[in-house]
């Protein structure tokens, strides 16, 4: 049985739930994290020491990191679909999956600033900085987009997963977005999927 640890609005949680679902896996989650706790136990802690979510634990195999996760259960449950079995095509689509992180650097300030700050203690100069840094960034997979439906090609794989799950929170903000055509049309493209609509585009929180 797969368990995953981790509450529902984690963007990295959700990396891992929007995988698992597009994969059709039976899952337990558990609520960890935030105002659930459970990440400073001894019994988390030992599973993963950064008592940080999202851990996944596959009948005793415990993993955390979550594009390590979703490489993994891509590899086990999805060769040739969120896998690709092509070597160049994967490894294209994981440098994708990679890329989030140079996007989530500068997208924090962003994301934390104008939903989990209270408003009076909200660094308005920092917000406007970082959203003009991400607003620049997203140039980059908006170009990489101009030819191709999903990141790797002509469907969904694991490197559409980490800034799918970014780019929502991007799309679903309050803020200005310059006009960055290909990715709100691979964003649009995401929006139909069930699993994305059930576990990624929820309400911020
Ligand atoms: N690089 C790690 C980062 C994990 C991480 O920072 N998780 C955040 C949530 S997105 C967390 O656990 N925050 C503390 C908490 O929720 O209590 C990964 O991708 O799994």
């Keep these: 049985m797969l368990r995953i640890w981790g509450r529902v609005n984690s963007v990295n949680v959700k ?112 917000i406007e900085e970082a959203r003009k840094k991400c607003a620049e960034l997203l140039a980059i997979p908006d170009q990489a987009l101009a030819n191709r439906p999903y990141f790797a090609g002509n469907s969904l794989t694991i490197g559409d997963i980490p800034l799918g799950c970014h780019v929502q929170l991007w799309m679903r903000l309050p803020i200005e977005r310059p006009a960055h055509q290909n990715l709100g049309r691979w964003f649009d493209r995401l929006c139909t999927r069930a699993a994305f609509k059930k576990i990624v585009d929820i309400p911020l929180s």
């Design 15 to 126: 990396e891992v739930l929007w995988a698992a679902e597009e994969l059709g896996l039976k899952y337990e989650r558990v609520d960890a994290g935030m105002q659930y706790g459970v990440v400073q136990t001894p019994e988390y802690r030992k599973m993963n020491p950064n008592s940080l979510v999202p851990t996944i634990d596959d009948d005793g195999f415990v993993l955390w990191e979550s594009h390590a996760i979703v490489r993994y259960l891509a590899a086990k449950h999805g060769a040739g679909t969120l896998w690709p079995a092509d070597l160049k095509q994967r490894a294209d689509s994981d440098r994708w999956m990679d890329w989030a992180f140079t996007f989530q650097r500068d997208f924090r300030a962003v994301f934390w600033g104008l939903v989990r700050t209270p408003p009076e203690k909200r660094d308005l100069k920092a």
